[in-house]
Nanobody
Framework: QVQVVESGGGSVQPGGSLRLSCAAS????????MDWYRQAPGKGRELVAG?????YYADSVKGRFTISRDNVKNTVYLQMNSLKPEDTAVYYC?????????WGKGTLVTVSS
């Protein structure tokens, strides 16, 4: 069994910062991509940042968000700076392990004054 758990969400004012973490645990032999998605109220889920063979950022977060990973800890991070109200969403982690995608339950980020 594989578990994927996100943490680090919360409420922050515009211009603030948050750091999300996502840890994968369980029967893991090798991990491929570890990606961050988000789903805003009333919208579909979108890929925000990816840490596969090439690092990817959505245009809306380039220059503000940074994805990084610790392969020893099977953990991926998302440093979010200069947050905007439109960044408000549930952020999900998706991890590719052994050819299967595993999702966490999400962590809520609210950006509001």
């Amino acid at each position: 069994q594989v578990q994927v758990v996100e943490s680090g969400g919360g409420s922050v004012q515009p211009g603030g910062s948050l750091r999300l973490s996502c840890a994968a645990s369980g029967s893991i032999f090798s991990i491929g991509a570890m990606d961050w998605y988000r789903q805003a109220p009333g919208k579909g889920r979108e890929l925000v940042a990816g840490s596969g063979s090439n690092t990817y950022y959505a245009d809306s977060v380039k220059g503000r968000f940074t994805i990084s990973r610790d392969n020893v800890k099977n953990t991926v991070y998302l440093q979010m700076n200069s947050l905007k109200p439109e960044d408000t969403a549930v952020y999900y982690c998706c991890v590719l392990i052994g050819g299967y995608y595993y999702w966490g339950k999400g962590t809520l980020v609210t950006v509001s004054s």
